[in-house]
């Protein structure tokens, strides 16, 4: 079965650098997507990808982030400059587009990539 | 703004029972609403979803209600089985071609007790 698939498992980086969190969705899919999820907290959109540019960003996705599909795999989250408050497990998804109704499948997402700031 | 709530954060079954997870909305352009389960170092997993034009989906042992009136939303889960103990999050988006960004609840810990 497709998976979306994300590395790596587990991040760590200290405070002020820059990391990449990196995403396979599912080949077929038209649609990316990165969530986050603090610990104890609600899992929370930050921006929301479809032909090769961000169609929607939350108040959350500032300045700081970045995202790309670098070629016609990859889809990357970038965090220039990493604070404390940006621990958190990320995760990618991806979707399809439901032919019938112009809507969208429901989206699939990866294992999360666990990134602590120290 | 809370615009998916779960007011439950826990729920204790026996196997073999009903599960009933409870979700409310607040925001009524949602038409289109999920359940996801989450086991601990997992992402979330694809339940069963509704849309607004309906008031119930079966799939198997899982059943989703929708009252589009009340803005309320169940999941039921018949019968119970000890692999259903997850983290259950209610999601929902609004209509927006080709960009449904979803809006999560807080989650429901259910246990399956055997």
């Known amino acids: 079965e497709p998976e979306v698939t994300q590395t790596p498992s587990h991040q760590v980086t200290q405070m002020g650098q820059e990391v990449i969190l990196r995403c396979v969705p599912i080949?077929?899919?038209?649609?990316f997507y990165w969530y986050r999820q603090i610990l104890g907290q609600k899992v929370e959109f930050l921006v929301s990808f479809y032909n090769n540019e961000i169609s929607e960003k939350s108040e959350i996705f500032d300045d700081q982030f970045s995202v790309e599909r670098p070629d016609g795999s990859n889809f990357t989250l970038k965090i220039r400059s990493t604070k404390l408050e940006d621990s958190a497990m990320y995760f990618c998804?991806?979707?399809?587009?439901?032919?019938?109704?112009?809507?969208?499948?429901?989206?699939?997402f990866g294992q999360g990539t666990r990134l602590t700031v120290v | 703004d809370q615009q998916v709530k779960q007011n439950s954060p826990s729920l204790s079954v026996q196997e073999g029972r009903i599960s009933i997870l409870n979700c409310d909305y607040t925001n009524s352009m949602f038409d289109y609403f999920l359940w996801y389960k989450k086991y601990p170092a997992e992402g979330p997993t694809f339940l069963i979803s509704i849309s607004s034009i309906k008031d119930k989906n079966e799939d198997g042992r899982f059943t989703v209600f929708l009252n589009k009136s009340a803005k309320h939303l169940s999941l039921h889960i018949v019968p119970s089985q000890p692999g259903d103990s997850a983290v259950y999050f209610c999601?929902?988006?609004?209509?927006?071609?080709?960009?449904?960004?979803?809006?999560f609840g807080t989650g429901t810990r259910l246990t399956i007790i055997p």
């Open positions: 998804a991806s979707s399809d587009l439901l032919t019938t109704t112009g809507g969208n499948t429901e989206a699939f």
């Open positions: 999601a929902a988006s609004a209509p927006d071609f080709g960009n449904e960004k979803l809006t």
């Open positions: 080949s077929n899919h038209l649609y």
